[in-house]
């Protein structure tokens, strides 16, 4: 049974070493290191290394090497042809559906300005072309009439350019 027995330590573990004697072996250490060479693993470079377990010549080759690739999560966008979407701007005349401005000059912040194609989320059929800010609009809306007509609603009763602060 060695559940009870205790190992034995070294006899110098746990001891700090003098200033003297880390210097020395510092001192040692780099002198070797001076002497050696290595390869550097990602770009195969020989040089200098700076520690003992050094494996790159560069941070740059360390960044390169150890850069994770992560693939990007994107939420569900429907695809089609280039076609398919030159037919949709010749039928659509390149307009948002919503508010009715060009392709390009339809874009909110961050947008290209393409027109994005809007359908309907349970089956895919596609319903218009719809700039950016439309777009984005409907999806905080979740696609939802009755949420949009509250919103119109709201905006009719209390004025679409009258401050808050009038109000009260």
């Known amino acids: 049974m060695t559940r009870g027995v205790m190992k034995k330590a070294h006899p110098l573990a746990g001891r700090a070493q003098s200033p003297e004697h880390v210097k020395n072996r510092v001192r040692a250490t780099m002198s070797a290191l001076t002497k050696t060479t290595k390869t550097c693993a990602h770009c195969g470079e020989a040089f200098a290394p700076t520690s003992l377990h050094q494996k790159y010549c560069s941070g740059r080759c360390w960044n390169i090497a150890h850069r994770?690739?992560?693939?990007?999560r994107r939420?569900?966008?429907?695809?089609?042809?280039?076609?398919?979407?030159?037919?949709?701007?010749?039928?659509?005349?390149?307009?948002?559906?919503?508010?009715?401005?060009?392709?390009?000059?339809?874009n909110g912040r961050g947008a290209t300005g393409r027109l994005a194609v809007d359908h309907a989320h349970g089956s895919d059929e596609i319903r218009g072309l719809l700039c950016h800010r439309c777009n984005t609009?409907?999806?905080?809306?979740?696609?939802?009439?009755?949420?949009?007509h509250q919103a119109f609603r709201y905006l009719a009763y209390h004025g679409s350019t009258r401050k808050a602060t009038e109000a009260v």
């Open 68 to 72: 994770v690739v992560r693939p990007r």
């Open 75 to 106: 939420l569900h966008r429907l695809r089609v042809s280039a076609d398919v979407y030159a037919r949709l701007i010749a039928i659509y005349r390149n307009q948002c559906q919503i508010c009715g401005k060009a392709g390009s000059a339809a």
């Open 137 to 148: 609009a409907l999806g905080l809306l979740n696609d939802s009439p009755e949420i949009a």
